[in-house]
Structure formats: structure tokens, C-alpha cells
């Protein structure tokens, strides 16, 4: 079994990059279109693999030609498709990504298959594993399930609560991490979150609701982490951002990577966030997502 099980979504992505996203009832014409994969839960498999760690991605796709694509993409990058699934009566998960001349996006994205991933399915891709991260394109009340009897099992649990939705009470108590960014950490506590010292406000409150730690990504403004002794704020590189696209689950990805390493959470919070920054300074996903000697590199000269 992978030391690191990340259940999750694939969407087939379509980008659109112009000046300016289109506004309601609005056409604007764009200067690039390109295709990728795509997905939060596969995007932090690919990420954590990136930086070496023993990782199985668990998910459903649809039997078609956007699903035969994601198990050759996979093949491409050396993740292992034997705990992915496929669904007859459904589409492979697809998005549609608006990318503006600052690099900041708007998303769409119609899950097909990925809402077809089972509780039973997904406990039973991660079962045995060191540490089981999920997001919230899956079915809710199946992600819910599953944390809490993963947890219950003895694995650590992580959630990257996007897109942000109401958590049951009893996924907080069997959550080890939690990581949302800014506006995902403001909808699940009702605490405006316009910096660092509003992000400790959220944390503190999502701790106090269970969450082993709180880590709380905010772009720009760096990164704040509370909880099991920690309470820390990391500051943000200092880069030129092309397309933001994926960072928070290249970072999600990362910061898995090092905490099944072994790592102190801190250092595995700074090495994630060396590694966000990188993706943010190129276009796509896939193709935006550092390698371990990349990262490594990008971390010792941070430190330095």
C-alpha cells in the first residue's frame, strides 16, 4: 500500500487565456487555448509523486476518450492507475478555466464520474496508508464517511475543503489537517479572512471544532499554521505570477510529500510553499508542477 493515498477528483481542463475573463452575458475574444489535465485530487497526487513520495491517486473516471487520456497521462508520469476506477454512466470530470492577463482565473467544473467515487471505494483505495488526503469535488457525504473511517482506522487525514461547502460536525473531530486558502477558510467559519492575523482567527476556530492543525494558504500573503504545538506564519516568496492555476493543490501536494517523509509540519509547510510558488510562475497545471530538485533547489536558496 502507498504511504500516501490521495482521494480526489481528474477533470479533463480546458484553458482559455485573454485580457480579461468574459463578464455575465459578455464575449471577449482570447489570445491562447490549450488543453491539460486536471482535477484537485489528481493535480496533489502528481504533485506529491513530483517530489517523490509513494502515492496512489484514488478516483473514478468516465469509459471514454477523456478517460483513456487520463490513464495514459498517468502512465506518462509514473502514478499507478490500479486504484483508479471507471463508471459507464458517466463523462470523465471536465473544466473550463479563464485566465486573465494578471493570471488570476475563473472556473467552472462539471464533476461527472468523480461524483460517482463510493465512501465504500474510497476507504477502501486507502486503506493501510500513512496519511489519506481528499478535497470536495467527490460526493460530500462520501468524503465525510470515508474521513471519519479512515481516521477511525488509524490514518491520518487531510482536507483541501474546495470548492468550500458545510462540514458535518464529526469530519472536523477526524481531520489531522485541514488546508484551506483565504475564501475557503472564511465560508466554513463566517471569519472575514483579509490577512494573516484574520487567518489565525480562522485557524484558531477550526482547531477549536477538532482540526488537528489549521493551515491557512493566502496567496500573496503567505501561509499561517496552528495546531499539534505549532503556531507559525510563513511568508510568501516573492514572484512574478503567470497563472495561478493549481498552485493551492501543488502546494497541497507538496506539504503531503514531506509530512509522510517524515518531516517537522513546519518545514514540510515551507517546502510546499516554495513549491506553489514555483507552478504560479508558469501557465497550465501539469506542466506548471515542479520536481523534487527543482523544489529542493527553490527551498535551500529561501532558506538561505
Known amino acids: 500500500m502507498s504511504r500516501l493515498a490521495v482521494v480526489g477528483s481528474y477533470n479533463a ?43 496512489g491517486f484514488v478516483g473514478k473516471l468516465g469509459a471514454d476518450a477523456f478517460g483513456d487520456e487520463a490513464i495514459a497521462m498517468y502512465c506518462r508520469v509514473g502514478l499507478s492507475t490500479d486504484l483508479i476506477l471507471r463508471d459507464g454512466s458517466a463523462h470523465t470530470g471536465v473544466a473550463g478555466i479563464f485566465i486573465d492577463a ?27 496508508a500513512a496519511l489519506a488526503g481528499f478535497q470536495l469535488e467527490n460526493d460530500l457525504s462520501a468524503v465525510a464517511e470515508a474521513i471519519c473511517a479512515l481516521r477511525q482506522r488509524g490514518v491520518q487525514t487531510l482536507l483541501d475543503p474546495a470548492p468550500a461547502a458545510p462540514l458535518p460536525v464529526e469530519v472536523y473531530q477526524n481531520l489531522s489537517f485541514i488546508k484551506p486558502n483565504e475564501h475557503e477558510a472564511a465560508a466554513l467559519t463566517g471569519i472575514a479572512v ?25 496567496g500573496g500573503g503567505g501561509v499561517v499554521a496552528v495546531g499539534r504545538g ?75
Not at 467515487?117 to 486507502?126: N, Y
Not at 506564519?233 to 510529500?257: H, I, K, N, S, W
Open 13 to 55: 481542463s480546458m484553458f482559455f487565456r485573454g485580457e480579461r475573463a468574459p463578464g455575465p452575458g459578455e464575449t471577449v475574444i482570447g489570445d491562447g487555448y490549450w488543453l491539460s489535465a486536471g482535477g484537485k485530487g489528481s493535480n496533489q497526487a502528481i504533485a506529491a509523486k513530483y517530489q517523490g513520495a509513494d502515492v
Open 102 to 128: 494578471e493570471g488570476a482565473n475563473r472556473i467552472m467544473v462539471c464533476p461527472g464520474a468523480n461524483l460517482k467515487l463510493t465512501a465504500a471505494e474510497m476507504v477502501d483505495g486507502a486503506r493501510g
Open 194 to 218: 483579509q490577512g494573516a492575523d484574520d487567518a489565525f482567527r480562522a485557524a484558531d476556530e477550526l482547531v477549536a471544532r477538532g482540526v488537528g492543525c489549521a493551515i491557512v494558504t493566502l
Open 230 to 304: 505549532l503556531r507559525a506564519f510563513v511568508p510568501a516568496l516573492d514572484v512574478r505570477a503567470a497563472d495561478t492555476t493549481g498552485a493551492g493543490d501543488v502546494f497541497c501536494g507538496a506539504l503531503m510529500a514531506g509530512i509522510v517523509a517524515g518531516w517537522p509540519l513546519l518545514a514540510s509547510i515551507e517546502y510546499a510553499n516554495c513549491a506553489g510558488a514555483l507552478s504560479v510562475t508558469r501557465m497550465g497545471v501539469l506542466e506548471a508542477t515542479p520536481d523534487r530538485r527543482e523544489t529542493e533547489a527553490a527551498y535551500a536558496a529561501w532558506r538561505a
